[in-house]
């Protein structure tokens, strides 16, 4: 078939998706909001979340505005395409708004969810489906929003005069260019993340420290005077920032396949048509899995009165059926568009929905209380906090393994299918590094479904805040803790998937850096390139732009003896850990500002036996504005260091770095994340009174709570953020790639 | 001056340091053992210390022996000279030997030191003097034996039949084969190490757990089962470990220099003369070192009833001395050998003699409580144990910055001093990882006296332990106090060195890796070359032997994109972690194993109130056991892993390996270590009383107790560990160089 008549199946999918969001979210609408108290309680926490998403938006904005001016002046000097500017504004605009409808939704759904849950005969099962499918808004957003973005640039670039050429280069062009727009998704993603992770863990954080800690209050405690910020951070971070985090994987993703497939044709001299089947895999398979992602919602329901694995069970049915239909179809689409080696693609893309499963396994294994490393945690508890820290760590260093060796043999094999050979050689290698995007875009392409389990997640916690805060009883409580057990075990699989996704997708990215630098140095011409400060000419811009990988990468001297290599990635590795070290730290300082408010109003009498109500709105205003300050270094740290290692290191220098801060960052993001989730479910384990040493306020539950809160920043700000680390410095390479040349013109 | 008769500078020195070495010893055994009661507590140390070293020394014997056999038939198949196997056991037995000198010498000194203190008149200032010749021992034994198998199988080489070839190559040839003795070394370091650093810190998380937070004994208590076991690790971890790590680094950064040096000048077809000129550089330059150091030793001294500050700089004029006498003779060295660019190598030897002082103090700046970082953690521990974790952890991973920086602005200065120029070629490729090699032997010629500093502090710790539960009072206690806050600094200075010098060593390790690969490819001429299961041929071994590295690095596609290279630099990295998650669980395992039997002997109340004596040597046993059953796999993982490696993943694959092991290790190590200094002197600043919120025994010290027991295993197993691993993968690769292209033969 015609790939471009099956294009129109890209916005067709987009409208889907979006059509159906609205429509979840207007009967979410309709459901009943509870009583007066439940209603107030609500809105705190909304008026807390917009009034927080505001002031992050409005940091960003001058981010925005400032990066969109420099790109403005580097495309009129001819470093960049005129259209950069513009793509990068809508990147990051849709990104955006999807954070900011997923969270808008989750914040009205939650007291609608416990006031669900109040109904004594069918209670669970409405909560459930409510849930979900507030959740669900979050993902289809994120999918309709990305797959518009991208193809409303495709028919633009493809049928103005705004790009030159005809057949493949062209296809490279317009493909190259659309890569860049991932920049403006990425940077919203980082203060989405950075900024909400912040958010989210300074409340937390402050809240238990003194609420259960000093006063062995409950979770949500109304007395607690941070309780409304804890639950606005759930919002801010699980949602909005988990949205902006997969949105930025999910766009970058089909955009690094689709460069990469039309740079494999150009460099093996295709024809046009067999770049445009390239080029339109990725998109049509993203096309195809948000609609029976749509599908797959229908699927989770449940008979009355559904046991806690029932509903799991109707969780996972709506998710494996959509994983089958999307690798049927995606047969299907590759035989379609007239693919040579469908086949071959075909394997990729399987491979990549079996790593994201496997990652997803490995993460519930070592941070679920089911299975020995939890209880190993656990145990350590016995002897104390500090046995319980030293164990966490342990375990969460020794859960790195099965992640890197699936990426790395998940790597191999979607490289040696796209390839169709057994060796590894450089006249395969743009076909293998297509193959390892179209794994990633196959890994996301559930991501409709996927973000719709992890969004339940926050929803559900909130709603068993509401229905604390509201003393809405026992039994109701009894039900929404059954609705958020479910979502922890989804937040830990959702995790998992998150880093994997983005170790993927900036694998993609990083190969589509050659590819920018070629476009940059052809746009340059008759000119000498020159890749930093420090280096000699390699060759004139033209000549440059026809260099297959392996020429580029051996002319350039992009070796491991190189010690610009060597040293870029010391650098990376370091990144990473800086970065982390900034974020835990920011998380520790607005904690502690956190831990002297609610000091001191419940060092009043009446707010302490609830005489009086606590003073919420001072902590959520010391949560908004302790993530809008300290999310600002760690920020322009990823923006700006592979900006300096270009100027100074060069193109080797900037790919050590690339590569060092992927491979470190992933490490790191993973063992941090798994430590954080074995702390939090090794307490749980405790509190379940399974354990032979179990019972709330216990020494032993003690210890297990501090291992807990250390693990908050762990699992909820460091590591989440090092997936967008990973990506955006690729992303900041691939847009400034022309920066790098720049000196050949001084 | 002819390099050869400067050569016999090498043996001369050897020679000298062990007379040293052996004058010290016996001086400190003639010095007064002190009471009944304090032989009787110096004799449970040095028994627990031999019954564990050779419990230990046992396990790695039986190692040794399977992998001199594994070598042996590698050498009869030609995959490896002749003499490895036997040159292999040598280093091995220098490097264990020099661990048990300087042990031995630690377990007679600190019982005298402790004597010495009772001094009422001159005890400080004698005790100073005798434990720093004690430390002394280990120092020049560790260089002199590393001097002296260096030297003597330099000789054995060159003038018996055993290497064939002229001129330069037989030089080549030579210094490789030579290489592959640091293998032996590196072995015995990692069990050294992993074994020691679990030991010592079994018994000092399990002698604080239950003694200081359960029962609120002091350190040190007689009543404390587990302090014998404690001081005993002391020994077994920092004198021993840290003697066995740094030989290695020493012999292994000389070898790596003469190394590459050989193979400069081969392939920039020099002349005899110039190569034998690089290859005594490195070996004259160490034996210089050497010998200043001895008389550095003899500068410490200081007048009567001196001060704290007065005492630190005693130490430092010592170091101070040597550090300026070594850079001013290095220059003469490299004059009087001749060498053309004998003002750029010496200032690569500066800069890595900077860049080890820069190291330290940075080091000092995190983990000493005159700054801010760790004035920070303090206060953290007002909100508990939690934040005290969060903000250890921050900072630690802050701290990894600025050691980054300077390892990559050294290197970056090392290699264009050596290189002569101010741009990255790979034309001056071989001369410029000649001087990155040569920093390191720069950095590390001051070690006589650097490990003297080292040893001093489990020497006056133990002395503190002995005055202790030998109960000499408050007045002696107090000055073997004061000697042991003098030991914490230097340690913490000792630590960031031995990483930093790891780092080094490493990057010359890595560069010499290719000379070893093209050595064993000459060996099989007409053979075609395949360097893994799934690669094709790429040339015939004797044209394999001739290329220079750029076009090595290019024909075997060790560039960036190959997705063996990035996907070995995922391995790497998570190499690290899972060994760091090792050892740390192993310590975990092993402390709780103490914490149970301590607690079972205090549960009798003769015990308790000392009536009783406590059974120290249940304890001893514990942690023996504990490490030998604890570091076997840890150690397989580092041997095992760059031999599979290269088996699926080849050349390509082993490269990315150590890259990503290198950057990841060093910077997981930093980041150990400052995290675990820094919380250890945080409690102590906490106990001075200087901070605004102090004494022993507050709910505030508590959790700042919870700091440094998580520390312990952070700084003392785990993170120096790592300076092994990442010099052990190197050196395994290389020792495995003909194994990678055995394939050729099947």
Redesign the interface.
Known sequence: MDPQTLFWLVPAASLIALLFAAIFFFNMKKADEGTDRMKEIAGYVREGAMAYLKQQYKVVAIFFVIIAVVFGVMAYFGLQNNIVPVAFLTGGIFSGLAGFIGMKTATYASGRVAEACRDEHDGLNRGLKLAFRSGAVLGLTVVGFGLLDISAWYLILDNTGLVQGEGVSKLVEITTIMLTFGMGASLQALFARVGGGIYTKAAD?GAD?VGK?EFHFNEDDPRNPATIADNVGDNVGDVAGMGADLYESYAGSILASAALGAAAVASAHGTAEQGLQMVMAPMIIGAVGAILSVLGIFIVRTKQGATQSQLMAALNRGINFSGVLIALAAAGVLYLLGIENWLGLWGSIVIGLVVGILIGKVTEYYTSFEYKPVKFIAE?AT?????V???G?????????WP?IF??LG??GA?LCAAGG?????AN?SM??YG?GIAAVGMLSTLGLTLATDAYGPISDNAGGNAEMSGLGESVRSRTDALDALGNTTAATGKGFAIGSAALTA?AL??SY?EELKIAAGRLGDADITLSL???PVGKGAEVATWD??TF??KF???????????G??????L???F???T??A??RA??RM?EEVRSQLADKDVLEGRKKADYARCVGISTQGAQREMIIPSLIAVVVPILTGLFMGVAGV??LL??G???G???AV?MANSGGAWDNAKKFIETGDAPFCGKHTPIHDAS??GD??GD?FKDTSGPSLNILIKLMSMVSIVTAGLNIVFSLL
């Open positions: 954080v420290l800690t350590n002897t104390g906090p500090a046995t820290i030293i164990s760590i342990g375990v969460g260093m020794i859960s790195t393994c890197v990426i790395v790597t191999i490289y057994l060796e590894f050689s450089s290698l293998g590094l390892i694998l990083l190969a050659i420090f280096s000699g990988i392996a990468m051996s001297e992009v070796t491991l003896m190189n010690p610009k290599v060597l040293l990635i010391f650098i990376g590795a370091m990473s850990f800086l982390c070290g900034l835990m730290n998380v520790g904690a502690k831990v790919f050590g590569a060092g992927l491979a470190g992933f490490v790191l063992f709570v501090v809160t250390v920043p």
